[in-house]
């Protein structure tokens, strides 16, 4: 029995072709090649070769959809060969005048060969301490670039605990910009977190995550591991990738590898070249092969913010991190992280809107302008800014509003009022 990817392509043809032709021809060429050849007559080509299975042309668009399904057996269950084997050459194909991979679909039996990610929703939890059905809290480091290490150590400080007593953030994360400036030098950088996740460890009852960039640092890492004692510190660590830069199959052997035991971050950034394009792939498809090349963590936009998209486009993409349909099982569940303008107005309608449900708690909230946006460049500042986000988080699973916190809630949220209404006076 035949076992089959299903791919989903959203296609304008090219002037003088149509879609059988173009589906036809994608068939072919993606899987058994132009031209079928053999030097035995009786060697049947017909098993390794895609077939078209649904076309449809849109009545009010010239755009047309074609469902091709790719048999399993022809590929090994590793990320850059799928892409070469659905993707391939068809965006440079003269038949088409654009194409886009809008969805893809696995049998089960494939998805097995992948183990996903090593923690999932639950692991990570664990190891962030936090159990009770809330999203978690993360900030970026700020100012991305500029920062010396010394200064970094201490924002990590702050951010696990913060001077007026109040509870830190659950996820302290570099930005994917920040690798090995002469100024801020890895292994320097490194120093200054690991004392700060021991002083956590030692001097208070915290349990955050740090987020350390480690594209194209892949090896450094893990000697900085090998050389230095940190074994008391090492479950605190996350292992960012950028996932469009550095290559799914990068991600995917950091996950199969056994030098350390780390969960992994896929960033998506420079997603936007193929996923907001008409000629190009979806996020929902981005989103999937990160779960299968193991991330734990993976951006999925936000419904309000500076990176907000339709709601409907976000629900999809998270769905394609968590759902345990069509085989997906047996695969870890990937925790979606939600940034890009995130700020205590935007927490509630964030947490409402990115369900059809009452609202969602299995979300990391990864803020940067909206931890620092109010904190004067100071350290108090910015404990208040960690605060006002965490408050709108509880505001959120209570069921308040902003509208209801600048109202009658004000005083049970006081952090999140003070920091709104200071938002609205810089604005006027």
């Not at 449809?56 to 047309?64: K, L, V």
């Not at 090994?76 to 038949?95: K, R, W």
């Not at 991979?101 to 923690?119: N, T, V, W």
């Amino acid at each position: 029995m035949t076992v089959d990817i299903s791919v989903a392509y959203e296609v304008i043809p090219a002037k003088g072709h149509d879609l059988a032709e173009i589906g036809n021809k994608i068939a072919q060429e993606q899987s058994v090649g132009g031209y079928e050849w053999s030097f035995d007559r009786h060697f049947d080509v017909a098993p390794y070769r895609a077939q078209v299975r649904d076309l449809y042309d849109h009545p009010a668009s010239e755009r047309g959809s074609i469902m091709i399904s790719f048999p399993a057996d022809n590929i090994v269950p590793e990320l850059p060969h799928l892409l070469n084997y659905v993707a391939g050459d068809v965006f440079g194909s003269q038949y088409v005048s654009q194409i886009r991979i809008r969805d893809i679909e696995f049998p089960q039996s494939f998805l097995a060969k992948f183990p996903g990610p090593q923690f999932g929703i639950d692991g990570i939890r664990e190891r962030a301490g936090v159990r009770t059905d809330r999203p978690l809290l993360g900030m970026i480091i700020k100012p991305s670039l500029g920062l010396e290490p010394k200064r970094i150590g201490k924002l990590v400080r702050c951010a696990i605990k913060p001077d007026d007593g109040l509870r830190g953030v659950d996820v302290i994360k570099e930005d994917e910009k920040l690798v090995d400036p002469a100024y801020c030098r890895f292994e320097a950088r490194l120093d200054e977190v690991v004392d700060a996740l021991r002083w956590m460890q030692t001097e208070t009852d915290r349990t955050a995550l740090y987020v350390v960039n480690v594209t194209g640092r892949e090896e450094a890492f893990a000697e900085y591991v090998e050389r230095n004692d940190i074994d008391d510190v090492l479950d605190r660590f996350v292992c960012l990738q950028t996932v469009i830069s550095n290559g799914f199959g990068q991600m995917q052997q950091l996950a199969d590898s056994d030098q350390f035991d780390t969960p992994l971050y896929a960033h998506r950034a420079g997603h936007a070249a193929y996923t907001r394009t008409s000629h190009g792939i979806s996020m929902r498809v981005i989103e999937k092969l990160s779960r299968l090349a193991g991330a734990d963590f993976g951006h999925c936009g936000a419904v309000v913010g500076s990176h907000e998209r339709p709601r409907e486009s976000v629900i999809r993409n998270k769905d394609a991190l968590v759902n345990d349909r069509s085989g997906w099982a047996d695969v870890p569940r990937t925790f979606p992280v939600i940034s890009g303008g995130v700020n205590p107005m935007n927490i509630y309608d964030n947490m409402h809107r990115i369900t059809y449900d009452e609202f969602e708690t299995d979300l990391l909230f990864m803020i940067g302008s909206g931890i620092y946006a109010q904190s004067g460049g100071s350290l108090d500042g910015i404990a208040r800014g960690i605060a006002a986000n965490r408050q709108a988080i509880q505001a959120a699973i209570d069921g308040h509003s902003v509208e209801d916190v600048l109202g009658t809630y004000g005083s049970k949220y006081a952090r999140m009022r003070e920091w709104i209404e200071q938002e609205d006076a810089s604005d006027r």
